[in-house]
């Protein structure tokens, strides 16, 4: 069963930084393309960015371009988020996904598979 859990969201400041993680089990890690994606209120779901197998290559939305990084670690089987410089139109639910087949740093949420239950950011002003 693949179970996909994410973690670290919270309240922050404007300005902050924040790092969310997403441990992975179920799947052969290495072989999955793997990213995040946000909702904010009244808002569509966002691609926010993505790293590819081996984690050489990352993709970003371009929202979050020069603010947020992506990694991943193999022997945690687990992928980060870093956000820096966070902004109150950052706020919404933050979900991981993977996919064994998605092309990296697709952008399309129906290019995933598998979906994390999601954890919220919420920047102040």
């Known amino acids: 069963q693949v179970r996909l859990v994410e973690s670290g969201g919270g309240l922050v400041q404007a300005g902050a930084a924040l790092r969310l993680s997403c441990a992975a089990s179920g799947i052969t890690f290495g072989s999955y393309g793997m990213g995040w994606f946000r909702q904010g209120p009244g808002k569509e779901r966002e691609f926010v960015g993505g790293?590819?197998?081996?984690?050489?290559?990352?993709y970003y939305g371009d929202s979050v371009k020069g603010r947020f990084t992506i990694s991943r670690d193999g022997a945690k089987n687990t992928v980060y988020l870093q956000m820096h410089s966070l902004k109150p139109e950052d706020t919404g639910v933050y979900y991981c996904?993977?996919?064994?087949?998605?092309?990296?740093?697709?952008?399309?949420?129906?290019?995933?598979?598998?979906w994390g239950q999601g954890t919220q950011v919420t920047v102040s002003s």
């Open positions: 996904v993977a996919d064994a087949t998605a092309r990296s740093g697709d952008s399309r949420a129906t290019a995933y598979d598998y």
């Open positions: 790293v590819s197998r081996s984690g050489s290559s990352t």
